[in-house]
């Protein structure tokens, strides 16, 4: 799932940024609110982390312009604790409000309450259930199982089944799963994507009659349902 961070303060920003991710998001981070108006408005996200105090607009501002295009969940973020201010918040159209400094195990289950609760599918949005033959992914519950049977995945053995799952048919190459799963750019000298590949099919697949995870000699991977 994806979520927006608007957060001016680098490292807080980047402290969310690695937390998130670390859990298995994809995250973006805009650092102004004019920025944070533009991804959270142009962009699809199922969560905007928004903090209060931004320079050019402040979170308010940009809350309500969002507000008249979208209903993606936002999580406002503010060093302010009067009643006042979560009670503008609240009213210019936020889901929930978190003081700082806050535990990131507040942050990180006030997230996945927003997420369980926009989850209902609309037209035009991704389900929060991926499927593909019996393997299926719940992005919100952090569930993975085949057949019936739980899949005991790690973080990042997750963020790699859900980008897989979401392009089912389709060759990713080692390069675009090192940037969008760890972040890095692709070093032919590492071999952290294929260690990966291999631990995840060894869960995936191995137990099982049918493979669904396929290497692409000189391409990549794909993860598909293929006629035997």
Not at 53 to 64: E, K, S
């Amino acid at each position: 799932m994806k979520i927006l961070v608007v957060e001016d303060e680098p490292k807080l920003a980047e402290y969310l940024r690695k937390a998130l991710t670390e859990s298995s998001y994809v995250v973006d981070v805009a650092r102004s609110g004019t920025e944070g108006r533009y991804l959270a408005i142009e962009g699809h996200y199922d969560l905007v982390l928004l903090d209060v105090m931004l320079p050019g607009l402040d979170g308010f501002a940009v809350l309500r312009e969002l507000r008249r295009d979208k209903h993606v969940p936002v999580l406002m973020l503010t060093a302010r604790d009067k009643v006042e201010d979560r009670v503008k918040g609240l009213q210019a159209g936020a889901d929930d409000y978190l003081v700082k400094p806050f535990a990131l195990s507040e942050l990180l289950a006030r997230v996945q309450a927003l997420l369980r609760r926009g989850a209902i599918p609309t037209p035009g949005q991704d389900s929060t259930v991926l499927k593909l033959a019996d393997l299926e992914l719940d992005l919100v519950r952090r569930k993975a199982s085949r057949a019936g049977q739980r899949l005991d995945l790690t973080a990042k053995e997750f963020t790699l089944l859900t980008l897989l799952l979401r392009r089912p048919g389709q060759v990713l190459s080692r390069t675009a799963l090192a940037e969008q799963v760890w972040d890095m750019n692709f070093d032919s000298n590492t071999n952290v994507v294929e260690v990966a590949v291999r631990r995840l099919r060894s869960k995936i697949d191995d137990p099982f009659e049918k493979r669904l995870l396929h290497t692409v000699r000189g391409m990549g991977y794909v993860l598909e349902d293929r006629e035997p």
